[in-house]
């Protein structure tokens, strides 16, 4: 017999049941948590690739205009030369340079309407005057000139377009 008083103790405080449990993942709330976080990994994984080799942030005013430049150019190194199609992709792509530098909605402005409207804007300087008014005048010279002067002109709406973006930039960034 055992007669220790410390053993006899330790007999009677004996638990009847073993409450041991099991390793944190094992639970239901374990793995909830590492489905959730292997799905948010996976996640995070998928956007950083895709953002990498896929995404294209949008074009800053500068990219854009000398893609649209460039673009420009290209067409009149086609052949056949299409002036009338080029004369109109160049006032085009000065409405839309308006609207992207200023927000101003003249893009379905016809270009005697576009003229009287810059006249009346302190945000075009003056020098640029007449520049603005030779490109927009462009159009018109199609219906008549010979292909001689059709090429000489669109050199300088070429001239102009670069002159007049760069000086708005400029104006614009101060």
């Known amino acids: 017999m055992n007669t220790n008083p410390a053993d006899t103790l330790a007999q009677t405080f004996v638990p009847l049941y073993s409450y041991q449990l099991p390793a944190w993942w094992q639970t239901t709330q374990g793995m909830l948590i590492i489905a959730g976080g292997s799905a948010v990994t996976t996640l995070l994984i998928a956007y950083l690739v895709w953002y990498r080799f896929w995404y294209k942030p949008p074009l800053t005013l500068e990219q854009w205009k000398t893609r649209e430049l460039q673009a420009l150019k ?39 309407e576009l003229w009287d409207f810059i006249s009346t804007k302190n945000e075009i300087p003056a020098k640029l005057h007449g520049p603005i008014k030779e490109l927009l005048s462009y159009a018109q010279v199609v219906k008549f000139a010979d292909a001689q002067a059709l090429a000489e002109k669109a050199e300088e709406a070429e001239y102009y377009l670069t002159l007049i973006t760069e000086q708005l930039g400029k104006q614009e960034k101060k």
Not at 87 to 101: C, S
Not at 103 to 108: A, P
């Open 74 to 112: 290209s067409l009149l190194k086609r052949h056949p030369i299409s002036y009338k199609r080029f004369f109109g992709a160049a006032t085009f792509f000065f409405k839309q340079y308006l609207v992207r530098l200023f927000g101003w909605k003249v893009v379905d402005k016809t270009d005697d």
